[in-house]
Structure formats: C-alpha cells, structure tokens
C-alpha cells in the first residue's frame, strides 16, 4: 500500500511539473534524469541526461561548470552554442567569432599559432619563428592582433628607408622585400637577389654588391663591361689591347671566365683552320699591332718560299699567292695547282711535276703539244705521221688517251659516210701519203667504173664523175642517172611508160652513144608528116636534131 502510494505521488508530481517546467514548453524528458527526488537537488555525477543529444558536446572544462553557468534562465532551448555568447571576446573582434579556430574547451592557451599564420597566408618562417606575437601586433593592448598585411613591407618599412648598404630607395629597389632576402633566413643577407637582368657568373660571382656598385647607387650601374674594366683593358699586355687597337667591347673577345681566359676572337676575317690554328697570337702578330697584320700568304711565308726545292719555286717562276696552289694544311700537302690553261687528264694525269716540266722552270713549259711529243710523231707507223704529212697539232686527232687512241682525224673535207666509213686509213691512203690523196672519185674507183657491165659504163661513155649518178652507199645503189636533164626526156613527156630497158633505144650495148628512133618510129608513120621538109633524111640522129624533146 505505501508503494503505490509513493508511485502515485510521483506521477502526480510529474503530471504538476509538466503543466509549470521552467525549463521550456519544448523540454520533456525525466526530472529524474537531473534532479533527486529530494528538493530538487541537482548532482552532476549523478545526472544521467546526455548532453551529446543536444548537438553541444560537453568536453573539457565544459563537464565541470555548473548547468546554470551556461542555462541562466533554465530554458534551455534559449541557451546559444556559439562561444562568444558566453565568452567576453578579449581580442576585440580582430581575429574573429570563432575561437575555436585558436581555443580547445581544456583551455584558453594556443598551441597551433604557426598553422593559423599559415592559413592566413603569412606562414611563420626563418627568424620569424622565434618572434613573440607582439613583436608584430603592436596594439593597444597584447590581445588584439589587427590585421597587418602579409607583405613584408607592412612590418619592415622602417628597416627599408633606414638601409644604407645599399640605400634602397637612392637605389629604387623594390619594395618586395622577398625579391632579394630569403625569408627562411635570419638576416638580412640578399642570397636571393634576381640579377638575371646582369647575371652574376663566373668571375661576376661575387658577393659583396659594393665592388661593382661602387657609387652606392644601385640604379646608376652600366652593365657596360668598358666601365668597370676600363683599367683591366689598358693594362693588358699580351696582347696589348691600347696598342693593337683593339675593341673596348669586351664581350667580342671574352665571357666572364675568370682570367679572361680562354679569349676567343670573332676571326671571320681570316679563318684561323688547319696549319693557322695557333693559340699564341704573337706567333702571327709579332709586331705586337693587331691592325697592320697583313693577311696576305707571302707577307708571313716569304722565307718558306724561298726555301722550297720540290718544286723550286722561285725558279720555276711560281706565283707568290701560296691559296693559288695550297690550303692551309700543316706542311703545305696535298697541293693543288690550278692547271686548268692545260687540263691534267687521262694520259697527263702525271703526279710527278718534274716529267713534264723537266727543265725545273714552271713558267716557260709549253702547253703545244709537239713540244713535249715530236719523237712520238717522228716514230709513229701507222700511219707514219711524217711520212703521211700529218699536221703537227695533235690535238686535231688525239685526246689525251693514254696510247693514243682512239683517235678521231677530222675528215668533214671529206667526208666518210655509208660506203665510205672506212676503220683503216690505209684503204684510201695507199700510198702512205695523207696530203696528196685526191679527193676525185674517178681516181679510187677507175677499177669499179671500168667492170661496170650493167650497164657498160665505158661502151655507153658514161661520164667519170660517179657522183653524178651514184652516193656513197654501198654496191652502187640506188643510183640516178639524170637523163631527162642531159640527153633526152625518157621519165617525162611522150617518152614516158613507152620503154622497158635501155636497149630499147640504145639498140649497141657496147656504145650508148648510138640510140635508135626507128625501131619505135617506122618511116612509114610519118612520110607524109615530112613533105614539106626540106633536105628530111630518116634517121635517127636527124629525128633528135629536130625533136630535142621527144615533142612532134
């Protein structure tokens, strides 16, 4: 009976605690799970309400506060979750509301200042680690740390206008301080500099600015080499550079090599291959003036010249222009001379010089070629050139063949075509004499004309001159005898298609002087034609006295 009186109770009191919570309309959840059942005491190790459920973690310091700290009025629906509402902002709005972007809930000390820094894009390198925040955030007070830039000069202006070594702003330089400092260093060393404007190599690599930029003035330097190596020009001596006349342009001759070495001249103007690669310029300039160096071979090679023996030049009389016949190749080989006015070919293809030019004078060898070869001529057999009176020019005949041959005689005086290409010179020259064979076709070829029978050359007393009737074609034929130009129209007229062979009319085989007209013309078919003529006889000769041209 007590136990259900105290349940009864309970419930009762539930039902009354509902109807006036001061926690809120919208908060129902068991008393029981905050509060004992003893004056409504709250005990926090023994609550057994979940505060996660809220979405408001209780974490750190958070688990040991009291619930009224954070829930004043005890509507707890009421109570924001930002850290602000709650926390008096000491820094003054200049790092924003979110704490938790510095802050956990164990503490208010920072751990991770250089990852804010580094998301705030100013990550904390070089000396900048070892700083205190107000070193920078120099404020009204050590906790607001306004926004100061992320450019170095924002921080370092003064630094920059107090610079003296080198003056910055005489120097006009950039106000980016990173442009020449490294920002993971701790000074102020200028490692960094961007000099690709004059690239400091080599003998340019130098660390202290002040020896090349000597005024203290960085904008005023000239990346003209002349002005700072003005005294290094005038002092140089091998070669003297003042002397030789030489350009005040360095870079036409030198890099930046330390030394000045190795140097290479641009000398275009008298390539320097072969035999002329020298190092030592005074092996060429010995006068130690770099302007009147002739360029001339026989300026510098006269005594090589002089003492030459294989060929002797100076008394053969060679020319002093040593490119006429050398290159520069170390011991003047292989040489070449221009032998062009009589071509080096075939049977002149001579490497030994002295065979042709034995007397061991270049200048007066004859380029005739009879000069160097009579006793050829004088010993030739066939044909015997002396005897045949050949010209003496063998050039008209003969290349430069070794052997002589082949050899081409030009014979357009007469010419040998068809029958009359003959290989052997003796066939014609017969007589061993080349000047005095005749030309006439009657003096070779009297034999052919005399054992002509078809026709009988001499019975019809033909005329010796056979190119008359015949050309040079082998056998004779074809041949053209103009009958109708010199006796009488048989191809033509009244006469033509009227005949068969020549013995038609020339009815004599032996002689064709004689011709008959009777034999065609009885003296019956034209008596009557005749009447009138006075003194007619019939006969054949008489009928060509009066018709020439076969014509009544």
């Not at 009176?389 to 041959?405: L, M, V």
């Amino acid at each position: 009976m007590r136990r259900l009186s105290f349940t009864i109770v309970n419930l009762l009191c539930i039902f009354i605690l509902q109807a006036q919570s001061p926690h809120g309309e919208s908060f129902a959840i068991d008393c029981a799970q905050c509060h004992t059942s003893e004056g409504w005491e709250v005990v926090p190790s023994e609550i057994s309400f979940n505060h996660n459920s809220t979405n408001f973690d209780l974490e750190g310091t958070h688990r040991q506060i009291d619930c009224a700290s954070c829930h004043s009025d005890l509507v707890f629906e009421n109570t924001p979750t930002d850290c602000i509402s709650c926390h008096t902002d000491i820094h003054n709005q200049s790092v924003g509301n979110d704490c938790m972007r510095c802050h956990t809930a164990d503490s208010w000390l920072v751990f991770n200042i250089p990852e804010i820094h580094e998301q705030n894009g100013f990550p904390l390198i070089g000396v900048h680690t070892n700083l205190s925040c107000v070193e920078c955030h120099s404020n009204e007070t050590t906790l607001v740390f306004n926004p100061i830039g992320n450019e170095c000069i924002e921080c370092h202006r003064d630094d920059y206008l107090a610079t003296q070594n080198p003056n910055h702003i005489a120097g006009g330089f950039s106000t980016d301080c990173v442009e020449c400092h490294n920002p993971f260093g701790f000074g102020w060393d200028a490692e960094g500099i961007n000099h690709d404007f004059f690239p400091l190599t080599k003998g340019h690599d130098i660390q202290d600015c002040s020896l090349c930029h000597t005024s203290g003035n960085f904008s005023d330097a000239t990346p003209d080499c002349f002005s700072c190596h003005s005294n290094d020009f005038a002092s140089a001596a091998n070669p003297n550079h003042q002397q030789a006349g030489f350009s005040t342009d360095c870079l036409q001759c030198h890099t930046t090599d330390v030394g000045w070495m190795p140097a290479s001249i641009d000398h275009d103007f008298f390539p320097l291959t072969l035999g002329h690669d020298i190092q030592d310029c005074n092996d060429c300039h010995q006068n130690g003036n770099f302007n009147n160096t002739p360029t001339d071979c026989f300026a510098c090679h006269s005594e090589d010249y002089a003492q030459t023996s294989d060929p002797n030049h100076q008394s053969a009389g060679f020319p002093t222009d040593c490119a006429s016949c050398h290159s520069t190749n170390p011991g003047w080989m292989p040489a070449v001379v221009n032998h062009d006015f009589f071509p080096l070919t075939l049977g002149h293809d001579i490497q030994d010089c002295n065979q042709c030019h034995i007397d061991g004078n270049f200048s007066n060898t004859p380029t005739d070629c009879f000069a160097c070869h009579n006793e050829d001529y004088a010993q030739t057999t066939n044909p015997n050139h002396k005897a045949a009176n050949f010209p003496t020019d063998c050039a008209q005949c003969h290349t430069t063949n070794p052997g002589w041959t082949p050899a081409e005689f030009d014979h357009s005086f007469f010419p040998l075509t068809l029958g009359h290409d003959i290989q052997d010179c003796n066939q014609c020259h017969s007589n061993g004499n080349f000047s005095n064979t005749p030309t006439d076709c009657f003096e070779c070829h009297s034999i052919d004309y005399n054992n002509a029978n078809n026709p009988n050359h001499q019975a019809a007393n033909f005329p010796t001159d056979c190119v008359e009737c015949h050309t040079t074609n082998p056998g004779w034929t074809p041949a053209n005898f103009d009958h109708d130009g010199k006796y009488f129209p048989i191809y033509s007229g009244k006469h033509d298609d009227v005949w068969t062979t020549c013995t038609d009319c020339h009815t004599n085989p032996n002689n064709f002087a004689v011709f008959d007209c009777l034999s065609c013309h009885p003296p019956g078919e034209t008596a009557d034609e005749h009447e009138d003529v006075a003194g007619y006889v019939y006969e054949s000769n008489a009928c060509f006295q009066c018709h020439p041209n076969g014509e009544d």
